[in-house]
């Protein structure tokens, strides 16, 4: 990814976070439990966007645009977790971020699909299969790139301006309890629907819970311990299993086009289904067994 007038602010901006967290970056996505809610929620906010303006420049072009995006996922859960106290502040934020992960979305799902097949067959099978959907990942533009640089500078210099002092750990309690009830909701809704579009909210819903888990862990070790690790294999299976779902689809609209490749794909396909299906299942029964979420408060 080449356009050096993109590294001078960026590293500036790194810069920046780093003065805000004492000269020190930590790549953790924790909350700070010895700082008050306001403090630590801009804290963390500010390594995102560093980091996410580091890995923009730093990283090869489809890497940084996924770490990016990932970044962007990252605080707007962030603001999720205490979204009932925020107003219009989370609407405008969380616009801002979604807006600026869509700037890089060009070849999302052309890029999910050919990762799709390179885990289902890391040995390259398939490479009729492989060669096309490789043909149809896109190139992002270079000023889409310089465009969401831009966005993370403008959502840096507001962060100082957000209106958080008011908060306190019991709100983040609050929205925790409510990422829970609204994964356990799309979860049911999941399972009773069985559609690749209900299972991809149910994986939204995963990950902000398991996002809020990671920032609320060192608070509320007690309560939250032993979530972290299998919250993130529920998301990655649903992430797998959406994916298949839509490699499947992608495969039986283009017919007959890979000659001796596409039935053996497709039975490979619906056998590592199989499979994560029975894992999903596991995985949710052990993390929404209870109706609501308990904190000892």
């Not at 219009?88 to 990762?115: F, I, K, M």
């Not at 002092?165 to 809704?189: P, T």
């Not at 056998?271 to 929404?288: D, N, P, Q, W």
């Amino acid at each position: 990814m080449t356009g050096t007038p993109r590294h001078r602010p960026l590293t500036k901006l790194q810069r920046e976070a780093d003065r805000h967290n004492g000269g020190e970056s930590t790549m953790a996505y924790r909350l700070d439990s010895d700082t008050p809610l306001g403090r630590a929620l801009r804290t963390a906010a500010r390594q995102q966007l560093a980091d996410a303006a580091e890995d923009l420049t730093a990283l090869p072009e489809e890497e940084a645009v996924h770490a990016t995006r990932k970044h962007c996922k990252k605080l707007r859960a962030l603001l999720r977790l205490v979204r009932g106290e925020l107003g219009d502040l989370y609407r405008y934020e969380n616009a801002h971020y979604r807006t600026l992960a869509n700037t890089l979305s060009t070849s999302r799902d052309a890029v999910s699909l050919r990762d799709a097949l390179e885990k289902l067959s890391p040995d390259d099978k398939f490479p009729q299969i492989q060669s096309f959907l490789e043909s149809r990942i896109q190139r992002t533009e270079e000023p889409a790139l310089r465009t969401a640089a831009e966005l993370l500078h403008q959502g840096a210099a507001r962060i100082d301006h957000w209106p958080l002092d008011h908060l306190r750990w019991r709100n983040a309690r609050k929205g925790y309890r409510r990422s829970y009830k609204r994964a356990r909701k799309a979860m049911k809704k999941a399972f009773e629907e069985e559609t690749p579009e209900q299972f991809h909210e149910y994986r939204k819903r995963v990950k902000d819970h398991w996002y809020h888990t990671r920032l609320l862990e060192d608070k509320y070790a007690e309560a939250l311990g032993g979530r972290r690790k299998p919250l993130k294999k529920l998301a990655s299976a649903l992430g797998d299993w959406r994916d298949l779902q839509l490699l499947r689809r992608r495969l039986v609209l283009e017919g007959e086009s890979f000659e001796g490749e596409l039935i053996p794909l497709l039975d490979a396909i619906e056998a590592r289904l199989g499979e994560l299906r029975r894992k999903l299942e596991k995985l949710s029964r052990k993390l929404f067994v209870d109706k609501k979420f308990a904190f000892d408060d």
